[in-house]
């Protein structure tokens, strides 16, 4: 059952919609479906925890063998810092954790095509899994969009229909095509959200039990963390864990409506100026979840931090020289991290969201090296 965050009103899951008819973003209720022995004898895929994510019994799993990603331990300047590699995806990002189980849902309800918003990674993501359904997909893309992520998008057989402007402009020239054609959002669906969750339990799982302080992931709309949230409160309301692991968003600082918000005590979204920044993947300056995730980072006791596009960068490059082939986007979490005062670095784990062979002549030019 759907229910919308701002009036409360419910809707069943079989419905055609993506958002609440007051405007509203739609959640699923937290409910206590986790059990190791409904997964004991299945594979290291996110279908691994099905139940958990709350879909139709009769749904398909839409798969091409995501989640379980590595979890590799390195020093960075004194303290030790373990990344999760959650670019090591079929389709090279974190978004196929979400992909995956909102496709399944569109497969179970009949849907032949949709609509996507995406800066890059979602829309390859969505294009990914919907050539896999049979689903006819048609992504809209910010004009700076890298090349390397449309021509993925384009080889899975997906539309790409490129809007100048800002990521917002792409957002608004989407919600026009979606009054005819079914919107398959990560921005605004809960069952992208829901497909998040599979990082919090594959980590429980990865770490037997013994979780880490503090987590850090990039925030743009804030679905992965929102999702991370729900996965450890699942864990939390099974009697699985006691306490949810601080977890911190890191916004580029010239986009960073949550940062803004967070610091202010709003429950939405602050109204931010935005400007160019080398982590163009989390560059949402209105994200319509952001009640959900800034609920989600208060009740963890996490933050958000804001970082500058001199330490994305000096963070890109230290990923590099760790072996981390990761696009700039990945970096603000590592730049997050080291602006955070030492004392507090032990026992965290930084996710790493996004390969950078999609951006390989983006990362070449932010290093001064010549192609």
Known sequence: MYSCYSCGKTYSILELRWRCDCGGFLTLLEETTFSRETFANRGYSIWRYRESYQLPPHAPSISLGEGWTPIVTERIEGTEVRFKLDYLMPSGSFKDRGASVLVSLCKVLGIEELVEDS???????????????????????????PEGKLIQTRLYGAEVVKVPGTRQDTNDAVLKAATTIYYGSHLWNPFFVQ????????????????LPHSI????????????????FRTLQLSGLVRTIPRLIGVQAHNCRPLYEAYFLGLDVGAPVETKPTLAEGIAVSRPPRASAVLEAVRRSGGTILSVSEDSIRTAHALLLRHGFYTEPTSATALAGWLQMPVEERENSIIFLTGHG???????????GLKV
């Open 357 to 367: 062979l999609k951006e390989s002549e983006k990362i070449a030019q932010i290093h």
């Open 195 to 210: 497909g998040h969750m599979s990082a919090a339990f594959e980590l429980w799982e990865q770490l037997r039990g013994e």
């Open 216 to 231: 850090m992931v990039p925030l743009g709309s804030g679905g992965y963390l929102e999702g991370i949230y729900r996965g």
């Open 119 to 145: 800066s890059g990674n979602a829309g390859a993501s969505m294009a990914a899994y919907c050539a896999v359904a049979g689903i006819k997909c048609r992504i809209f893309a910010p004009a700076y969009t």
